[in-house]
């Protein structure tokens, strides 16, 4: 089938088969690997992406369910530069091997766009859908609890 | 950890996507939000011919308040139902049942329809079906018809949906503001599936005594439950920590859970008492 919607600002098309999951379709048809894929049905939160802003599992979403929509994968949070998210990742040694991180930024970034005053019991109620094998998940909570007040300043991004 | 082949389709009417569905002799397949479907797909658990997304039929969106109660739309997702703020009030249990289904990026897209057809019996929302007397709405090709929670529910991930019918929307029967109520369950971690859950309501006659209880339970059988000995133990008494133990004692009696790699059946029916006797105890204070 064919499909179109916006991946990272970019309007794409692609042909893909009706049981293509978005995760594959990212990674696949259009090379941005930044998205990981891990357990592949719905456990782990390592393919998270946002559409529409809102942070939802890549690989329980077929491509052809995101039809006009507006994807952001972790290629498409930042430029050059880390972000403010990403420096207070890297600041508070908030991974290690670095494979569930990509889940962990757009998880965060869009908790914090939407709320950017959670408490540390929400940001930890939030973060409870990704798996982290080896920083555990005191750091990340630290980097994330950082970050709320670049995101307090500048608005949702 | 791929899907099988289908094929899909995203119609525009409740009515084209029954003739979908009937046009597959059951082997076509609701999806909404897909957050049970596609893992059961990823598995391959479930191959079905056709698969029928519900996308654009906006109006099963809806959550409608009104004097007669609550009606969700099939595709209500959890975090709709979270940033209800009306739901505090119209209907409290089900507000408190939904903050622990799943976690944050499933709450974006999972439905009130999918969890409901799809009938896991460890899931929050139809315990919550179940304890409240739900009324289910479901459009077929011979029509529209109206079941109760407790005919819908046959089985394990069974339900009564014929192959051509889509459930449609979910009614709970109106709250009235004085209702005490609990909602508890215990999971290993947050989010994940309950090893065993209770929900509860009941209503205080002129002299402070239980009418009306409904107690539901999730995990512990085939399907969510009613407790309808423990209910009948509360009804017409006055609440003490008495009646609340033998609730209780009783509740553990009447259900037989099965065992499995997350808990034995024994240890599911204890905790069924220990979530039971602290609900009671949380709705009266």
New interface residues.
């Given amino acids: 089938?064919q499909i179109e919607f916006n991946l990272n600002g970019q309007a794409v098309s692609a042909d893909v088969?009706?049981?293509t999951?978005l995760a594959?379709c990212i990674r696949n048809d259009f090379g941005q690997t930044g998205t990981h894929l891990a357990?592949?049905?719905?456990v782990c939160?390592a393919c998270?992406v946002l559409v529409n802003g809102?942070?939802?599992?890549s690989?329980?979403?077929?491509a052809?369910?995101v039809?006009n929509d507006k994807v952001v994968t972790i290629e498409g949070l930042s430029g050059d530069e880390l972000t403010p998210l990403q420096a207070a990742f890297r600041k508070h040694h908030a991974l290690q091997c670095g494979f569930c991180t990509p889940g962990f930024i757009t998880?965060a970034h869009a908790?914090l766009s939407h709320e950017p005053d959670a408490d540390e019991d929400r940001i930890r109620?939030?973060?409870?859908?990704n798996l982290c094998r080896c920083s555990g998940y005191v750091p990340i909570v630290e980097a994330v609890l950082e970050a709320r007040s670049s995101y307090r300043d500048s608005g949702s991004k | 950890?791929?899907?099988?082949?289908?094929?899909?389709a995203?119609p525009l009417t409740v009515a084209e996507a029954v003739s979908l569905l009937a046009s597959r002799n059951g082997n076509a397949k609701v999806?909404s939000g897909?957050?049970s479907l596609?893992?059961m797909?990823?598995?391959r658990l479930a191959a079905p011919e056709l698969?029928v997304?519900l996308?654009h039929l906006k109006d099963l969106g809806a959550i409608r308040i009104g004097e007669d109660g609550v009606r969700l739309g099939a595709r209500v997702r959890w975090?709709d139902i979270e940033s209800d703020a009306r739901l505090a009030v119209s209907h409290p249990l089900l507000a408190e049942a939904i903050k622990h289904v799943?976690?944050?990026?499933?709450r974006?897209?999972g439905t009130v329809g999918g969890s409901v057809a799809h009938a896991d019996p460890s899931a929050e929302m139809p315990g919550i079906a179940m304890t409240c007397d739900a009324q289910m709405k479901i459009v077929g090709s011979a029509g529209t018809r109206i079941e109760a929670a407790a005919d819908f529910f046959t089985g394990p991930l069974q339900t009564s949906l014929e192959q051509d019918e889509i459930l449609t929307e979910v009614h709970l029967p109106a709250w009235p503001a004085a209702r005490r109520w609990a909602f508890l369950e215990f999971a290993r971690?947050?989010?994940d599936f309950a090893m065993a859950g209770v929900a509860l309501y009941y209503d205080l006659d002129s002299g402070s005594r239980i009418t009306d209880a409904h107690i539901g339970a999730i995990g512990v059988a085939d399907r969510p439950i009613r407790l309808t000995e423990a209910e009948a133990v509360l009804n017409g008494n006055q609440m003490s920590d008495k009646l609340i133990a033998a609730a209780s004692a009783k509740a553990r009696q009447s259900i037989d859970p099965p065992s499995d790699i997350h808990a034995p059946g024994a240890y599911r029916a204890a905790l069924v008492a220990t979530l039971l006797g602290r609900g009671l105890k949380k709705s009266a204070a």
Wanted: charge should be neutral; include cysteine; charged fraction near 25%.
């Fill in positions: 089938m088969e009706p049981r999951t594959d357990c592949e049905h719905g939160g998270t809102e942070a939802v599992r690989c329980l979403l077929l052809v369910q039809q998880t908790l109620d939030v973060l409870s859908g | 950890m791929k899907p099988p082949i289908f094929e899909y995203s999806i897909g957050q596609m893992p797909l990823a598995f698969l997304d996308k975090c799943a976690h944050y990026q499933i974006n897209r971690r947050k989010g």
